[in-house]
């Protein structure tokens, strides 16, 4: 389609704010159409400073506001396809427009900027931060003075060509501020949580150079301005305006300057911010005690927070970045620690401060788990911080109750799942846990007395005391949880409280009589039933404390716990519903280990036991509940699961209301009966399930919930009792190999676009913040690599996809993605760009070994060393590691590498992998003739000996490794996280979270398979690498004849053999 002249794309803008749909459609296909055009994106920008001259002036700013919506979209998609005139013009144009632009529209072309300045800056941008800095420094003049004193010589003068116009005495320029600012927020936010590269903190050198002069000095004078008594000076105009009373746009600036300097803090300490560090944290400390009446008075407590609790978060975030990184802050840290105490006891328990109140007590949780814990340390002191900040932010508000009853779903997101991140319930839990890190005793003592006087108060029936048992639970759950994972629970209790012992007097009574409380009322039938619960979020608290200890449980508490939950299924509210069906789902998801001899007697017992002491000896995972033991709940169970899968599945069914943990408790139920279900159940279940999947086949509303009811389809069919045994997943075997086939073909075709397209959006940090959504994308991301390593590369997509890996093996639950994501991007990824970046990886890598070793983590590391070794050469792969320190890597094959391929705990084909980068490492001359590696070369040679013949050569529990956080098999059921902050319907691992369908096809691992690669010719292609490395290395270094005369009687022999076979001889 032809370019429309401006009045026309006009009128197609206006179109596409139409109420009329097919006039809205038309409009924006029209729209997509035109993109491809030259002069688009011009014309847009065009648009967004002009508007039309024939509309009302209400008309052209909504017009303005399309338009640089549309502009926004269109750089997202297509900057880099645009013609270089255009994306020439617009660059020149666009710094100009954003800064004259009103706030609404302000903000969306700061978004176009961001995403131009990833693609162009600096590069292609030069002019970006000059201009910007030029526009600090004229709207604040004292930033002139800033910019001559960093510019000027030591002992002389200042230079003019350094000093760009503005007078000293002039005002400040609050509106070119706000413009100047928030461009550069936009341009440095994706400084934050990037890739640690050489080339990220060139450009964060280059970006210092040009604006940390300039914003020191604009940040002195807007602080200056706020910070001024009444009726002082500050803004350098004629009896400017009281600071208390300072306007809103004034505020937002200072917000924006400290959010500036957060972002430029991020990666490290910059010199100049070291050197000026007294600068910026004197006037910081100090607006932590701003207060603006004006603006206060105009706030909305149950809305968002005004501009100044926006300033204070950012303050507090900045002293929390600062703690948590950086020494030169101790000095700072106890008046920062004084005036956000005092900020928190200050602020009201109104929604409007939210934001600022978590902030504040992540900051104390930051210091209270670090070194300069003692601020806290005085029994005085914690109990202040017990009354003062975290009890009143622990305890239930009006607004919660509200939630609870009129948007379950959210509710549940903040209590349960933790989606929204920040709750000052889950801060105040969060504070008492990092108190308790290094002052549990008296921290325990502090809040035992609280906790007693609020059960003692529900006990008498004092009214409105339920509300105080609701925070003693919390609070108990704070104080007693010391270990535990995501998946599992909690693993170990404290010592000071007996959470088993609360359960029994304080949580199950709450239980079993809220239950006999809904049978009663004949379940959810009507409002009977929800007067029988006059407090249902306390029974709701009561199943989510069952859930979280479930692993400290007694044996006899089990089973009533699983009647009351069952019967809770039937109460008419719904969190209550939800928890009742995630404490089934995840009391059927508790594993223990067992030795393996023991494993078919646990089979035997009743099934349900508390969790044994780690056996010596080979273990295996088994379920703590067996299928004897479910097969005894299924006749109240299974009819109450799909009661309430029906009740709530309906034609106009909201999110709301198509019950994820129902959906999940019904999947983990049949997933562990199996054949245990009567037929007649199977036949019940069969006919629920078409149901319901025609039902949101109509209207797919929840993909979760979607997910499940088809992923529940072939269950029982597939195990249950009319004699089905696998049936369900011999279908998918065809269609995973067919894949793995398509994949690895010698010349596949080429990949349709969209494919490649998908690769923008799936950087997207937002995503991987989701832990249930990583494995799929990590699949689909190394497939794409595989299949097109060109478009991974292009641009900034490498470093984005490395950023991934970085997220990904920060956490034990996904390192393992992350290290295979890593591993497919050498092996793939071109090897000119992949190269430069190499060092980075290996830092990133061995960082996190440095801080988190795991058995699973290792066998990751060495996998991606291996294709280093394989890709880029035994070369390139010592020279990245040992860039970090002289001897590093071989440090690191004496202590991991050799104990951990001698082991034999990776799997055959991954051990052949390593192995045959471990020949080519014993065959490099460099290797072989230096001294460093002469203590470790015979010992890497025995361990490749072994690979060679299938024996290990070490034992299991070889020195360096650590065994822990090993992955069990779940019967294809994610075992979801029920720690305290995390997602009821999370999932981690190789689940049923990412497969699409995890018991209609058993392809998970197939999958994972593809395009692992696996040297050809085996074992005995192997043998003949040996050979020919041993030969090279003996060539290079005489002493290497010694080192394999020192091998034990039965290598040599073995490696004897190896020459004999190739027609060779050694020595």
Not at 123 to 152: C, E, K, N, Q, Y
Request: hydrophobic share 50%; with cysteine; charged share 15%.
């Amino acid at each position: 389609m032809a370019l429309p002249g401006d009045a026309a794309l006009a009128t197609l803008i206006d179109a596409t704010l139409s109420p009329h749909a097919p006039d809205r459609r038309g409009a924006e296909a029209k729209l997509t159409d035109a993109e491809a055009s030259p002069g688009f994106a011009v014309a847009l920008l065009r648009l967004v400073v002009a508007g039309a001259a024939t509309a009302t002036d209400a008309g052209a700013d909504a017009r303005r506001q399309a338009a640089a919506v549309y502009l926004k979209n269109v750089t997202k998609r297509r900057w880099a396809d645009l013609p270089a005139a255009d994306t020439t013009a617009v660059r020149g144009a666009l710094v100009e427009v954003l800064l004259g632009a009103r706030p609404p529209v302000r903000r969306v072309l700061s978004e176009a900027l961001a995403v131009i300045a990833e693609a162009d800056f600096p590069d292609r941008w030069p002019s970006l931060l000059p201009t910007l800095a030029g526009r600090l420094v004229a709207a604040a003049p004292s930033a002139a003075a800033r910019v001559a004193a960093a510019a000027s010589p030591p002992g002389g003068g200042v230079s003019a060509a350094t000093v760009v116009a503005g007078s000293p005495g002039g005002p400040i320029d609050w509106g070119g501020l706000d413009g100047a600012l928030d461009a550069l927020a936009a341009v440095f936010d994706r400084y934050r949580d990037r890739f640690r590269s050489d080339a990220l903190f060139t450009e964060i050198n280059y970006a210092l150079g040009v604006v940390q002069a300039p914003l020191l000095g604009v940040f002195e004078a807007v602080a200056g301005a706020l910070l001024a008594p009444a009726g002082g000076g500050g803004g350098g105009g004629a009896a400017p305006a009281p600071a208390a009373d300072a306007p809103e746009s004034h505020v937002r600036v200072a917000a924006a300057v400290v959010r500036v300097f957060h972002s430029l803090s991020w990666q490290d300490l910059p010199a100049y911010f070291e050197d000026t560090l007294a600068s910026w944290m004197g006037p910081l400390v100090r607006l932590l005690a701003y207060e603006n009446a004006g603006l206060a008075a105009d706030a909305d407590d149950a809305g968002p927070g005004s501009a100044v609790d926006e300033l204070h978060a950012a303050v507090i975030d900045v002293a929390t970045l600062y703690q948590a990184k950086y020494d030169e802050f101790r000095p700072y840290l106890q008046t920062f620690v004084r005036e956000a105490w005092q900020l928190l006891v200050r602020l009201g328990n109104v929604p409007r401060y939210d934001a600022v109140v978590t902030s504040g007590i992540r900051f104390l949780t930051t210091v209270a788990r670090s070194a300069d814990h003692a601020l806290f340390g005085e029994a005085a002191t914690l109990a202040q911080i017990s009354a003062s900040i975290i009890v009143p932010n622990v305890g239930l508000r009006e607004e919660d109750e509200e939630l609870f009853e009129d948007n379950p779903a959210e509710y549940i997101r903040r209590d349960m799942e933790g989606s929204d991140g920040e709750t000052r319930r889950r801060a105040a839990v969060e504070l008492v846990k990092g108190l308790r890190a290094h002052y549990d005793a008296p921290v325990t003592a502090s809040f035992s007395a609280f906790v007693a006087d609020a059960l003692a108060a529900y006990a008498a029936g004092a009214a409105g005391a339920w509300r105080g048992k609701d925070a003693a639970i919390y609070v108990v759950t704070a104080l007693g949880w010391k270990a535990g994972t995501a998946a599992g629970g909690a693993t170990e209790t404290s010592a000071l409280v007996d959470v088993a012992d609360f359960y029994a007097a304080h949580v199950a009574p709450e239980l079993t009589t809220a239950a006999a409380a809904v049978a009663a009322a004949g379940g959810a039938a009507g409002g009977a039933a929800a007067a029988a619960l006059p407090h249902p979020i306390l029974v709701a608290d009561a199943l989510k404390f069952a859930l979280t200890f479930r692993n400290q449980l007694p044996p006899p508490a089990v089973r009533p716990l699983v009647d009351a939950a069952t019967a809770l299924l039937g109460a008419p509210d719904v969190v209550v519903q939800s928890y009742a069906a995630a404490t089934i789902e995840r009391l059927l998801s508790v594993r223990d280990r067992v030795p393996v001899a023991a494993a078919a007697a646990v089979g035997a017992t009743n099934g349900v036991g508390a969790p044994p002491a780690p056996p010596p000896g080979p273990t295996r995972s088994v379920g703590r509940v067996t299928k004897a033991e479910v097969a005894t709940w299924l006749p109240t169970l299974l009819p109450a699961l799909l009661s309430v899968l029906t009740a709530t599945t309906r034609a106009d069914a909201s999110a709301t209301t198509e019950n994820v943990y129902v959906a999940k408790a019904l999947l983990r139920t049949l997933s562990t009966a199996r054949e245990a279900v009567p037929p007649a159940a199977v036949q019940a279940a069969l006919s629920t399930l078409v149901r319901v999947i025609g039902v949101v086949a109509a209207n797919p509303a929840n993909p979760a919930f979607n997910h499940y009811v088809f992923d529940l389809h072939p269950l029982p069919a597939a195990g249950g009792g009319a004699g089905g045994g696998g049936g369900g997943g011999d279908g998918g075997a065809g269609a995973a190999s067919a894949t793995a086939a398509a994949t690895g073909a010698a010349d596949p075709p080429p990949l349709p676009p969209w494919y490649t397209a998908l690769l923008p959006p799936l950087l997207s940090p937002a995503l991987w913040a989701r832990r249930s959504y990583v494995p799929g994308m990590v699949l689909y991301l190394r497939a794409l690599a595989r299949r097109a390593p060109a478009a991974v590369a292009a641009g900034t997509h490498l470093s984005g996809l490395l950023g991934i890996f970085q997220k990904l093996i920060a956490s034990k639950a996904t390192d393992h993605h992350g290290l295979a994501l890593a591993t497919t991007l050498v092996r793939s990824a071109p090897v000119g760009a992949m190269a430069p970046l190499l060092p980075s990886v290996v830092q990133v890598a061995l960082t996190r070994l440095h801080h988190a070793k795991t058995a699973k983590y290792v066998d990751g590391l060495l996998l991606l060393l291996a294709a280093m070794v394989d890709v880029h050469g035994v070369r390139a792969t010592v020279g990245a590691a040992d860039a970090l320190g002289a001897g590093l890597f071989a440090q690191l094959l004496g202590q991991v590498w050799v104990p951990e391929l001698g082991t034999g705990r990776l799997p055959p084909g991954r051990r052949l992998v390593v192995a045959t980068a471990s020949a080519a490492l014993l065959g490099d001359a460099a290797v072989a003739a230096a001294e460093a590696y002469a203590g470790v070369w015979g010992g890497l040679l025995q361990a490749v000996l072994g690979v060679a013949e299938g024996v290990p050569t070490t034992a299991p529990g070889a020195p360096g490794v650590t065994a822990a956080e090993e992955e069990d098999d779940d019967g294809g059921v994610a075992a979801s996280p029920g720690a305290p902050g995390t997602g009821v319907g999370e999932e981690e691992g190789n689940s049923v979270a990412f497969s699409a369908l995890a018991h209609a096809s058993r392809c998970a691992a197939a999958t994972e398979a593809v395009g692992e690669t696996v040297p050809p010719g085996g074992a005995a292609a192997l043998r003949r690498a040996i050979v020919e490395a041993v030969g090279r290395a003996a060539a290079a270094a005489p002493g290497v004849l010694g080192r394999v005369r020192a091998l034990e009687p039965s290598a040599q022999a073995v490696l004897g053999r190896y020459f004999a076979e190739a027609g060779q001889t050694l020595g």
